[in-house]
């Protein structure tokens, strides 16, 4: 008998557990913006570029997912993104009059309000470097909440084109892809670390600056961004650029047959 009521109790018990986080699911808004975080906006796409292959410097062939970052400022592609690794407060996340969820539903809520987390990030690339930007895919970190602390870890990936400076791009042929990597390291009281825009503030003014930069040659453009960014800590970022330089001397490229797959 005393079995039979324990198990009758354990019942009762998950049943009103889980009767609790289906009134929960259920008073979430039904037009949340879920959608970015899940269905990626970068499709497989394959518009035809004025020239579909590239060199580099040492004569061979650059990866496609590289020459469409480059060259393919028509749509979005997945090589020309900003990756972004942040920390944000779960109430922030909450809309009027909304309260945090019972501990088991807090990673739920966190990754169907992940796109949220990225609100603020497209308004300054557009106000520098992009002409048109999206948030690509939103997701909380598995096992980043912090239910004492109410913060989570979020990654981020947005993608975008670039501005048209309205220069015409060299011959192609008679040139080579030249890249180089630019980081930016903010101690965290710095001006830089006081949010995630404005440590991509800091991070594109870097960028601009290395564009310019003595022995960087012609159409020079940022291909991949990144950001690392937890209140009271240093801020860790990073860029991709490229450019094109002359071929060097004695050098000389025959078209391929096929060019270099992605990778």
Same mark, same amino acid.
């Given at each position: 008998?005393?079995?039979? $009521?324990?198990? #009758?109790?354990?019942? $009762?018990?998950?049943?009103?557990?889980?009767?609790?986080?289906?009134?929960? &699911?259920? #008073?979430?808004?039904?037009?949340?913006?879920?959608?970015?975080?899940? /269905?990626?906006?970068?499709?497989?796409?394959?518009?035809?570029?004025?020239?579909? &292959?590239?060199?580099?410097? #040492?004569?061979?062939?650059? /990866?496609?997912?590289?020459?469409?970052?480059?060259?393919?400022?028509?749509?979005?592609?997945?090589?020309?993104?900003?990756?972004?690794?942040?920390?944000?407060?779960?109430?922030?996340?909450?809309?009027?009059?909304?309260?945090?969820?019972?501990?088991?539903?807090?990673?739920?809520?966190?990754?169907?309000? @992940?796109?949220?987390?990225?609100?603020?990030?497209?308004?300054?690339?557009?106000?520098?470097?992009?002409?048109?930007?999206?948030?690509?895919?939103?997701?909380?970190?598995?096992?980043?909440?912090?239910?004492?602390?109410? /913060?989570?870890?979020?990654?981020?990936?947005?993608?975008?084109?670039?501005?048209? !400076?309205?220069?015409?791009?060299?011959?192609?042929?008679?040139?080579? $892809?030249?890249?180089?990597?630019?980081?930016? !390291?903010?101690?965290?009281?710095?001006?830089?670390?006081?949010?995630?825009?404005?440590?991509?503030?800091?991070?594109?003014?870097?960028? @601009?600056?290395?564009? /310019?930069?003595?022995?960087?040659?012609?159409?020079?453009?940022?291909?991949r961004l990144d950001l690392d960014w937890v209140p009271g800590r240093p801020v860790s970022a990073s860029a991709g650029i490229a450019w094109l330089d002359p071929l060097p001397k004695g050098m000389f490229v025959a078209p391929p047959l096929d060019p270099a797959t992605g990778g």
């Open positions: 008998m005393l079995r039979v $009521l324990i198990g #009758t109790g354990l019942l $009762l018990m998950a049943v009103g557990f889980g009767a609790a986080g289906w009134q929960y &699911w259920q #008073t979430l808004p039904a037009a949340e913006p879920a959608a970015a975080a899940e /269905t990626p906006l970068v499709a497989p796409e394959k518009a035809p570029l004025r020239q579909s &292959w590239l060199i580099s410097p #040492t004569g061979g062939l650059i /990866t496609q997912d590289d020459v469409q970052a480059y060259l393919a400022q028509d749509r979005f592609v997945p090589g020309r993104s900003l990756r972004v690794l942040r920390q944000a407060n779960l109430a922030d996340l909450l809309v009027e009059g909304e309260k945090l969820p019972d501990v088991p539903f807090l990673q739920v809520l966190a990754d169907i309000r @992940a796109p949220r987390v990225a609100e603020g990030l497209c308004p300054v690339l557009l106000d520098g470097i992009a002409q048109d930007c999206a948030v690509n895919a939103a997701h909380v970190v598995e096992g980043s909440v912090d239910a004492v602390a109410g /913060t989570a870890m979020f990654q981020l990936d947005l993608v975008y084109r670039l501005k048209d !400076d309205g220069a015409e791009l060299p011959d192609l042929a008679a040139h080579v $892809l030249q890249r180089e990597a630019v980081r930016l !390291d903010l101690d965290a009281g710095a001006e830089g670390a006081a949010s995630p825009a404005a440590a991509l503030g800091a991070l594109l003014a870097s960028v @601009a600056a290395a564009c /310019t930069a003595e022995g960087v040659g012609e159409a020079c453009r940022p291909i």
